[in-house]
């Protein structure tokens, strides 16, 4: 563990240290098997290992593990416990899923689950697998798991680019982050294709296409640099938060990663020093930081000096370093501190121009604390750029003038010497010399204490004279009769010097200590408010009230709306550009002020980083432009503005849950409300229909007029009951209540009965049908299917023009079955949308004396949906007029038919 400055436990660390260890006792552990692709061992490793964890006397259990045909591994399965699939119905078939209450009912000390990124089927408790591990660690469980180096989702879009396959299966980084233990299973890509053409990864007929693809040398050498890299970060930030957890003091740098530290000083040329260091990283291909440590002595350093300092660690991050500045009396023990925190085995220094004689330089103190720290020196170019300013001339000069502040102090300084004396005047009388002195002691330690450093000394050397001049005989002159009184005079001045150096180093870290408990208040008191907002309005109250609080200005917050757009404030303040705004959300990078992107701005602009997307712009006018380019104050600004995003985020979803849950009831009273009409009222229609039907076969017979009206009741009748059926099927569709009854059929058959059926509505219209010879037969329920060729036709009679044709087709994977007519078309309105001619109570022609409802083609997409299928629509008026309807049915391997039968 890390220690405080007085050599005892850093109390917040070790507070975390203990809340950690509270969190892991009560979680499971994950063990992850990691590989750069399919086949190089991981679910074989992670079975064997199991194996032997089972001999010694441990309850292991498979929960599901994905053999994929490979016999090595399905023989690992024998003697291991294992957990039955959960049964789950997808689109009319029957799938195994890993079974997440069984798993939580048996709770065995170690749990196998294979596929971290495999998602589950529809319906099930999470969407996906790696959510299901999360549900068992949080309740004890040991979880061993395999995930191969393309599943991971912050790589996703490196491999679909090296590869060309695109990989919809992802999981996020933090799952393999949270990893107890990550165990690399790695196999040369020259075994991995021995294995694949073996068939030890894939069966015959998946490897020859996986070696034509995925499986090419190329891919698998990139694949497996990748998930070695990934895993050498891994355990280069193990090796980090062992040091820092486990050291009990000064630990030597271990000289396993490379990574260099810079110290940015603050002589002229130190941009030369970060220019170079960045070369060496890059050759190094290592991390690198660069740090500035702030001593009381350079806190009082001119605004530009400053401002200069702060523009090379600007260069710094630019350049790709990880910047901070650090506070402290010695900027050595600093340095050092820090390298041995991030394990920094180089440290690069620029070359200092004098050497005061009376003190080592930088370089001799950091090599003789730390012997086993590479130094590297860098001259100073006299011919280096020098670097711009990162802020508009306008605002450079922004914070009070630090000469005239600084006289005043020394002043005061003297002002307390002055009455210090006169004070003391009176009491020479009353008091021996030596008390006399106490009272010059107490105002140099008070000078120190307000005032600082300098002051402080300025006040034990007027303080020493004073009590020389006006108090030691003989009094009125610098001469001393006693030579005891040099001793005096020396011991005073050395301890008003000393007690004044201790006093203003102990309010140089007391403020520090201050401005850092500010911060944290500051980023605690933002979110307690933040967990309480319900509205985005709120949210975006209670952010601009805490970023106002941290950095003075005006601060405005600006949240997209459901378009993805930002708004337009209702008081655009002065200077605020809301095309820089949108740049930065657009881009998702800062702009304006203090950045390189629109810098001549007067606002800093600050995307809102979540989760998931960017949910607006924090736009800041802070009271010191200068703040902007001090990395804590950054890191400070960039934390609240995630906290910001989160939260609106989060209230985001709360309104879409909202949103879908009010959905949800909706189409559920509709679909109960439709099913209860529909099913009452076809009684009294059928009923109606067969009167109306016994009524024109009655005799005597009807006359002419008397027959005309039977037969116009029993037509609309019918188209009643057509309708009222559709909202029935309807309304059994989207429940879910349907049950496909699959089988072979014949294509003609089902083409021929669905004419037959349609011929009331095609009321003799005629229909080309031309269907090649030896279609195959397709897997299908033929009563739907039928259903589905209906509606199609009866849409085609309705809004078409004769001839209607119907056409049919094979491709390598799906049937095609395509209803044509010859009429207007699409309808305008609809043409570039087709799909919405599907959606449920859609209709062509909003107002129109064509009877329906818009439910035929809800019907006919949901039912092909349910096969696994594909309808759409196409506009043919430029085409030779009409319109024309497909829909696809994916193919199959049918059964083998016994010629003797």
């Not at 901070?324 to 991030?342: F, P, T």
């Not at 006006?470 to 007690?499: E, H, I, K, N, W």
């Not at 997209?560 to 930002?566: F, I, P, V």
Request: net charge neutral.
């Amino acid at each position: 563990m890390a220690l405080a400055p007085d050599g005892r436990p850093d109390p917040d660390q070790l507070l975390d240290q203990i809340r950690g260890a509270e969190a892991r006792a009560t979680q499971g552990r994950l063990r992850i098997y990691f590989g750069a692709s399919a086949g190089v061992g991981k679910t074989y490793a992670m079975l064997a290992t199991a194996q032997r964890e089972l001999a010694a006397g441990r309850d292991v259990v498979v929960g599901v593990i994905e053999t994929h045909g490979r016999g090595d591994t399905a023989a690992q399965l024998a003697g291991l416990p294992c957990l039955p699939l959960k049964t789950v119905p997808y689109r009319g078939r029957v799938l195994g899923e890993f079974d997440l209450d069984a798993a939580l009912a048996r709770r065995p000390q170690v749990l196998l689950v294979d596929e971290l990124a495999h998602a589950n089927v529809e319906g099930s408790r999470h969407p996906k697998r790696w959510q299901d591990v999360n549900e068992l660690l949080e309740a004890g469980i040991e979880v061993w798991t395999a995930l191969n180096v393309q599943h991971l989702e912050s790589l996703n879009g490196t491999v679909g680019a090296i590869t060309g396959v695109r990989v919809h299966e992802t999981v996020p980084d933090t799952v393999l982050d949270r990893a107890d233990e990550i165990i690399l299973v790695d196999v040369t890509p020259d075994e991995l294709l021995t294995r694949l053409k073996a068939g030890k990864v894939y069966l015959p007929q998946q490897a020859e296409r996986a070696a034509q693809n995925f499986f090419r040398k190329g891919n698998l050498i990139a694949l497996r640099e990748i998930a070695l890299r990934r895993t050498a970060e891994r355990v280069e930030d193990d090796v980090r938060h062992y040091r820092v957890q486990q050291s009990q003091g000064p630990q030597p740098v271990w000289n396993t990663s490379g990574s260099l530290l810079v110290g940015v000083d603050e002589l002229e040329g130190a941009e030369q020093t970060v220019r170079a260091a960045a070369r060496l990283a890059g050759q190094l291909n290592a991390r690198w930081l660069a740090t500035y440590v702030e001593t009381p002595r350079l806190q009082r350093l001119p605004s530009a000096e400053r401002d200069r300092i702060l523009a090379v660690l600007k260069l710094a991050e630019e350049m790709g370093a990880i910047t901070s500045v650090l506070a402290g009396d010695d900027i050595a023990a600093e340095l050092l501190k820090l390298a041995r925190q991030q394990n920094c085995a180089t440290l690069v220094l620029g070359r200092p121009r004098r050497r005061p004689r009376w003190r080592a330089p930088l370089a001799r103190r950091v090599a003789d604390a730390a012997p086993e720290l590479d130094l590297v020196e860098v001259g100073r170019s006299p011919a280096s750029r020098r670097l711009p300013s990162a802020l508009p001339r306008e605002v450079e000069d922004d914070t009070p003038a630090g000469l005239p502040r600084r006289w005043l102090r020394y002043a005061t300084a003297l002002a307390v010497s002055v009455l210090t004396a006169v004070l003391a005047t009176p009491l020479i009388g009353w008091f021996d010399l030596a008390n006399i002195v106490m009272l010059f002691l107490l105002g140099v330690v008070g000078v120190a204490v307000k005032l600082g450093r300098g002051p402080a000394a300025l006040s034990a050397v007027l303080n020493v004279a004073a009590f020389d001049y006006f108090f030691v005989p003989p009094r009125f002159s610098f001469a001393v009769s006693d030579v005891q009184y040099l001793l005096t005079f020396a011991v005073m001045l050395a301890v008003g010097l000393l007690t004044g150096q201790l006093t203003a180093g102990l309010r140089f870290q007391a403020r520090i200590t201050a401005g850092r408990e500010r911060r944290a208040r500051s980023l605690f008191e933002l979110t307690r408010e933040l967990s309480s907002a319900l509205q985005s309005q709120q949210v975006a109250e209670i952010g601009e009230a805490a970023v106002r609080a941290s950095f003075g200005g005006q601060v405005r917050v600006l949240l997209s709306d459901a378009d993805d757009h930002l708004p337009l404030p209702p008081e655009l303040p002065p200077g605020f550009d809301l095309a820089v705004a949108d740049w930065a959300f657009r881009n998702g990078q800062p702009a304006g002020l203090a950045t390189s992107t629109l810098s001549a701005s007067a606002w800093h602009y600050l995307p809102l980083k979540a989760p998931m997307r960017i949910r607006g712009v924090l736009a800041l006018q802070p009271a010191q432009a200068r703040w902007l380019l001090i990395p804590e104050q950054l890191q400070q600004l960039d934390t609240l503005a995630r906290q910001i995003a989160i939260a609106q985020e989060r209230v985001h979803y709360v309104e879409v849950a909202q949103q879908a849950l009010v959905q949800m009831e909706s189409e559920s009273l509709r679909s109960a409300l439709l099913a209860s009409i529909s099913h009452d009222v076809r009684t009294p229609l059928t009923a109606l229909i067969g009167l109306a039907e016994s009524l024109r076969a009655s005799r005597p017979a009807l006359d002419a007029e008397q027959d005309r009206m039977a037969q116009a009741i029993t037509d609309e009748a019918r188209q009643l009951h057509t309708l009222v059926s559709n909202l029935l099927d309807m309304a059994r569709l989207q429940s879910g209540a349907v049950m496909l009854r699959s089988d072979w059929q014949s294509v003609e058959e089902v083409v021929g009965a669905a004419i037959r059926l349609a011929a009331p509505a095609l009321a003799g219209r005629p229909v080309q049908v031309q269907l090649p010879a030896e279609l195959p037969l397709v897997e299908f329920d033929a009563t739907l299917m039928e259903r589905v060729l209906v509606n199609l036709l009866e849409n085609a009679a309705k809004y078409g023009q004769p001839p209607i044709e119907v056409h049919a087709g094979v491709e390598p994977q799906a049937l095609w079955i395509t209803v044509r007519d010859h009429g207007p078309g699409l309808p305008a309105a609809m043409r570039g949308r087709e799909q919405a001619l599907f959606d449920t109570f859609t209709r062509g022609e909003r107002e129109s004396a064509t009877p329906g409802m818009g439910l035929g083609l809800a019907i006919a997409r949901a039912i092909v949906e349910a096969h696994h299928g594909q309808i759409t629509a196409t506009d043919l008026s430029q085409r030779g007029g009409g319109a024309e309807f497909t829909l696809r049915l994916p193919r199959g391997t049918p059964p083998a038919i016994d010629p003797t039968e």
